[in-house]
């Protein structure tokens, strides 16, 4: 355990190659789903987007659940494959359990700004609301409810979403966000 969470420290400081060392160490002596997800995470942070997909496969074929499924999405996203994210997007959110809400809420926040990717606005609010029901107040989630509404020209209410959304968690992006707004309502 002791080098599963000096792996994950090292992704954190962005020591990509470093925490990939780790994973493969890992996966030579136990072959966990965690170890397969750490050495994946690294691969994909430093761009090798064909090499993290086996990796992620054999995670999903350790253990199908909600962080392997939403790995293969964000892949699936970065290569350009907007279906195929929303597809496993989906899965994960299928897979996840309403005893941890967070992981939910994000997966499903995350298939919001998706199909809002795909231009289905009105499908993309639903599913963010959802979000919203599983964690109350859920930063994240009333930062793209808070984008979904400035895009439609609603300002004032994106402004309010915003607002809240800066309380809880006051990220560069929701703030930049909150400024657009405030600035459109002018």
Not at 51 to 61: E, H, K, N, V
Not at 158 to 164: G, S
């Amino acid at each position: 355990q002791t080098l599963l969470l000096r792996g994950h420290a090292l992704l954190a400081m962005h020591q990509f190659h470093d925490a990939e060392e780790i994973g493969r160490q890992l996966i030579l002596m136990r072959q966990e789903m965690v170890d397969y997800a750490l050495l994946g995470d690294a691969l994909m942070e430093q761009g090798m987007l064909e090499a993290c997909l086996p990796i992620y496969q054999a995670m999903i074929d350790a253990k199908p659940c909600l962080p392997s499924y939403s790995r293969v999405a964000n892949v699936r996203w970065l290569k350009g494959d907007l279906d195929g994210a929303i597809e496993m997007m989906e899965e994960a959110i299928a897979c996840g359990s309403y005893r941890e809400p967070e992981p939910m809420a994000w997966c499903t926040t995350r298939l919001a700004a998706l199909v809002w990717q795909k231009g289905d606005g009105e499908l993309a609010l639903k599913i963010v609301k959802r979000a919203q029901e599983m964690v109350p107040d859920y930063a994240q989630a009333l930062h793209l409810e808070g984008r979904i509404l400035l895009g439609r020209g609603d300002a004032a209410a994106a402004v309010d979403l915003l607002r809240k959304a800066t309380v809880k968690c006051p990220l560069p992006e929701i703030l930049w966000a909150l400024g657009d707004a405030e600035i459109a309502c002018n």
